[in-house]
């Protein structure tokens, strides 16, 4: 059955995707962006788009009204401050949040959280996706939720471990520190697939899922690089990258950020975020409660995000 849903983050990577699954499985989309998005025109889903962002409450209850399901997917990936991550992360999601429960109908709720909410000491933007949940815990009154932690997502317009897998493509792997730390990865169309499935299964509510593409116990960075390397059929030199040197880049990137103003990616907190030595999650709660069962595993991913295969 069509819906009509409210998606926030429709400009970015994941919010992108999950619109473009949303409009081709018939449902109406009213989606949010900022009005100096430079993203917009890449993304025309065929949306009827509400101009304003997380700040605005007037422009969060247009988006809002009348909708069936709310998909929040606008998040602040990168930044300076405990603040700037806050501000979106948790403050942001208050406002929408606030918009929604004053319907006279609830919409489903759902929030892209983040695996990193699982450890939130981590860095300003893993406590910021935990804070995020609290709220929605919280504030959502009768409001219906499902909060997704998805781990590392990767695919065609990531913006993040793209720029990594093309150096492996060229034949040259960076790893941080030795490499071992063991993570999860899901391909981007496995996520946008699980955020329709929610739609059809209202029972789902009320709980938090991990997502991951169900390799079981993940991947380190070699492994990672051997899939590579058996695609390539060729050496893969591996740059070895001391961490304390890494943590010296990224202190000096955020010192040059504050005082020029920009929002940076590499920071302490993000080389905590990937040299935290357990980012490995588990399926089984997802795909029981919807039927949910991810389809891409990394080699084939690997293929599609670079553009060497087609789905
Ligand atoms: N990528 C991953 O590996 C990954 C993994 C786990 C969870 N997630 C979560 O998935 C969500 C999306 O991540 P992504 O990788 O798609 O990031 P992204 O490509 O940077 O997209 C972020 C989106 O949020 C929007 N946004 C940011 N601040 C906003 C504000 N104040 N008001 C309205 N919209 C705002 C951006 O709009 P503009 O176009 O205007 O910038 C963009 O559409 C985030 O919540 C992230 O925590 C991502």
């Known amino acids: 059955m069509a819906n009509t849903i409210a998606i926030t983050g429709a400009t970015g990577f994941v919010g992108a995707a999950v619109a473009r699954r949303l409009a081709a499985a018939g449902h109406l989309i009213q989606a949010l962006v900022r009005p100096a998005s430079v993203h917009r025109q890449a993304n ?42 806050y501000r979106v992360n948790a403050e942001g999601l208050d406002r929408l949040l606030r918009a929604a429960v004053d319907q006279p109908q609830n919409p489903r709720f759902l929030l892209i959280s983040s695996l990193s909410a699982r450890e939130p000491e981590v860095s300003h933007y ?68 699980a955020v329709v499935d929610w ?66 990616m590499l920071t302490p907190g993000k080389v905590g975020e990937l040299s935290h030595p357990d980012w490995v999650c588990d399926n089984t709660p997802l795909s029981r409660d919807i039927g949910w069962a991810p389809r891409i595993l990394l080699p084939e991913g690997l293929k599609l995000t670079l553009g060497w295969n087609s789905i």
């Not at 590392?152 to 150096?167: N, Q």
């Open 44 to 85: 025309d889903i065929g949306a009827q788009w509400i101009e304003g962002d997380l700040d605005d409450n007037d422009c969060l209850r247009q988006l809002v009204k009348n909708v069936d399901a709310v998909i929040h997917c606008a998040g602040a990936v990168r930044g300076a401050t405990r603040e700037q991550f």
């Open 126 to 193: 893993a406590a910021s996706k935990r804070q995020g949940e609290v709220v929605l815990n919280r504030q959502s009154g009768q409001l219906p939720w499902t909060i997704y932690r998805p781990c590392a997502v990767y695919g065609p317009g990531d913006r993040e471990i793209l720029p990594i897998f093309k150096w492996m493509a060229k034949g040259v792997a960076p790893v941080l520190g030795s490499g071992t730390g063991r993570f999860s990865l899901i391909f981007i169309e496995d996520l946008a697939d």
């Open 199 to 264: 739609l059809e299964h209202d029972s789902c509510q009320f709980a938090t899922y991990e997502l991951h593409d169900g390799h079981p116990g993940g991947y380190s960075w070699h492994e990672v690089i051997d899939t590579m390397r058996q695609l390539r059929r060729k050496m893969i030199i591996r740059l070895s990258i001391p961490l304390m040197f890494v943590k010296f880049v990224a202190a000096v990137n955020l010192l040059a950020a504050r005082t020029l103003g920009y929002a940076p």
